[in-house]
């Protein structure tokens, strides 16, 4: 699907706010509801829009403490991959974790209440999965986070 215009401008007003009303979004982008209502469902079944979510507090509901967690590893075949993905992926504190090019393997961000907790995240891991280093940096403040793509 080509997006053109005024999808960008929904796209932009939705990445602000999706829960506002279709009313707000359509005067926001100079149009009547129905027809961009019509335009969200055709970007919602063309996968360009994936579900609506809400962005929870992590500090407000005590996840205080955010990990970059860099892992190096020395293996690298199927098996092992497997085992990491999988136990990354079954962890509720990793927000987000990314395979890299480059001298680190993988990247982790990880969002637990204290320093105590990532220990305890971090000894569940190494006993799950083999790791040759691993190097975590204590976010001290976080200066720009956004889910909105520059559309």
Same mark, same amino acid.
């Given at each position: 699907?080509?997006?053109?215009?005024?999808?960008?401008?929904?796209?932009?007003?939705?990445?602000?706010?999706?829960?506002?009303?279709?009313?707000?979004?359509?005067?926001?982008?100079?149009?009547?509801?129905?027809? +961009?209502?019509? !335009?969200?469902?055709? %970007?919602?079944?063309?996968?360009?829009? &994936?579900?609506?979510?809400? @962005?929870?507090?992590?500090?407000?509901?005590?996840?205080?403490?955010?990990?970059?967690?860099?892992?190096?590893?020395?293996?690298?075949?199927?098996?092992?991959?497997?085992?990491?993905?999988?136990? +990354?992926?079954? !962890?509720?504190?990793? %927000?987000?974790?990314?395979?890299?090019? &480059?001298?680190?393997?993988? @990247?982790?961000?990880?969002?637990?209440?204290?320093?105590?907790?990532?220990?305890?995240?971090?000894?569940?891991?190494?006993?799950?999965?083999?790791?040759?280093?691993?190097?975590?940096?204590?976010?001290?403040?976080?200066?720009?986070?956004?889910?909105?793509?520059?559309?």
């Amino acid at each position: 699907m080509q997006i053109d215009a005024t999808d960008r401008k929904i796209l932009r007003e939705l990445q602000q706010d999706a829960g506002r009303s279709l009313d707000d979004i359509a005067r926001a982008v100079g149009s009547s509801k129905t027809p +961009v209502w019509n !335009r969200i469902r055709k %970007m919602r079944d063309a996968g360009i829009i &994936g579900p609506q979510v809400v @962005i929870a507090d992590p500090d407000k509901l005590g996840f205080e403490a955010c990990f970059f967690v860099l892992i190096r590893t020395s293996e690298h075949d199927s098996d092992w991959q497997q085992r990491f993905l999988n136990a +990354v992926r079954a !962890r509720p504190e990793v %927000m987000e974790a990314h395979r890299l090019a &480059g001298d680190i393997d993988y @990247i982790l961000k990880v969002r637990v209440p204290n320093a105590r907790a990532y220990d305890v995240f971090y000894q569940s891991l190494i006993s799950e999965v083999k790791v040759h280093n691993v190097t975590a940096l204590l976010s001290m403040e976080e200066i720009k986070a956004t889910t909105a793509l520059p559309v």
